[in-house]
């Protein structure tokens, strides 16, 4: 028998009250500390260069990763999420320290758990963990060589295997739920979302996964050709406590897909948009009280239960978020009609 989350519970009961503020990026905020290669290494022998593992700082720059996290709280934040996005046997490949996986996590875990449990032994305010999974660097649906489409690097089980290592620690660390974002690929998501199950059913106790899309046109779709409808439809099945989307552009371009989503999910919507869209040098300029402006447009319309930032917010953008959706309702969950609800690229509906 599967013991219910009392962490779902109360984030349940707390975004029926308000609309919830997530955290930003870790990335944006690591660039900002202007880190060298040995900052990175700390004192690991490894033969890979290790600038840009952001990963590898809960190890080697533990105080960095909680003062980002302690920002986040202070700017308003709800809902954290482990600095993990690249923390996967997959990814970490490309540095040499695929046994480093589970250290990694937990640690970064521990971290955040501590920097929650102090904030709330100052303020009394309950918030939430969850454990971030990125898509990896390789994908389940598309080959990688134009002349054979039916090849892959890699396939269902084993991509499930490396999330579950990655959620058991994550969750020995002492995360809430899964976060599984940026989903380019969502036969990726699924991999993820099936891992997570399976440590559902090894501990007994409800593994609650949030998952969040990523689009890669204005059109609306993802990597992987699907439609924000048939990703919903795609992964309805797993009950997930959030859907959203995440990344992909600014506010203004996310929004009409966002207004597609809150339409058809009966799930609690989280979407967290880039500050605008990048500049020609890769930077991002949308200032804090502008992108707050949007958000606040998109809690006036009602389409929105939690909101928090993606490449290029700080902690401004997430105080500028968490004033402008201060006292306004959070989004209703729809009802939507019995019907035979099929996915490909697309959603079909049978009613």
């Not at 984030?11 to 609309?19: E, G, M, S, T, V």
């Not at 959030?242 to 897909?257: K, M, Q, V, Y």
């Amino acid at each position: 028998m599967i013991t219910p989350s009392a962490a779902e519970a109360a984030f349940r009961a707390a975004a029926a009250d308000r609309i919830l503020v997530k955290d930003g990026p870790y990335g944006t905020a690591i660039q900002a500390l202007g880190f060298k290669e040995e900052d990175y290494r700390g004192t690991l022998t490894v033969n890979h260069d290790q600038k840009g593992n952001n990963d590898l700082l809960n190890i080697t720059q533990p105080d960095a990763i909680a003062g980002i996290a302690r920002a986040y709280i202070d700017a308003g934040a709800d809902l954290l999420a482990t600095n993990t996005f690249n923390a996967n046997r997959i990814s970490q490949a490309d540095y040499g320290l695929e046994s480093k996986v589970e250290e990694l996590n937990r640690a970064a875990a521990a971290i955040l758990r501590g920097e929650i449990d102090a904030a709330f032994a100052r303020d009394g305010q309950q918030r939430f963990l969850a454990g971030s999974l990125g898509p990896t660097n390789k994908t389940l649906s598309l080959s990688p060589r134009v002349e054979d489409p039916g090849y892959r690097e890699v396939d269902f089980d084993g991509v499930k295997a490396v999330y579950r290592e990655q959620i058991d620690a994550l969750l020995d660390g002492g995360v809430d739920f899964i976060l599984i974002e940026t989903v380019f690929d969502t036969l990726n998501a699924k991999a993820a979302a099936f891992a997570a199950m399976e440590a559902e059913e090894q501990l007994g106790q409800r593994v609650p996964v949030m998952l969040s899309m990523t689009l890669t046109d204005l059109a609306g779709r993802n990597l992987s050709g699907q439609t924000v409808e048939a990703f919903w439809v795609s992964l309805e099945h797993v009950r997930p406590l959030t859907i959203g989307l995440n990344c992909s552009f600014g506010a203004t371009e996310l929004r009409p897909h966002v207004q597609v989503l809150s339409a058809q999910a009966d799930a609690l919507l989280m979407v967290y948009p880039n500050a605008g869209l990048p500049n020609a040098f890769g930077g991002y300029d949308e200032q804090p009280e502008t992108t707050g402006g949007f958000i606040r447009q998109w809690a006036e319309a009602g389409l929105i239960n939690i909101v928090g930032g993606c490449c290029g917010t700080t902690p401004a953008h997430i105080a500028a978020m968490a004033r402008a959706v201060k006292g306004l309702p959070p989004r209703k969950l729809p009802h939507p009609a019995p019907a035979l609800r099929l996915s490909g690229l697309e959603a079909a509906v049978f009613a």
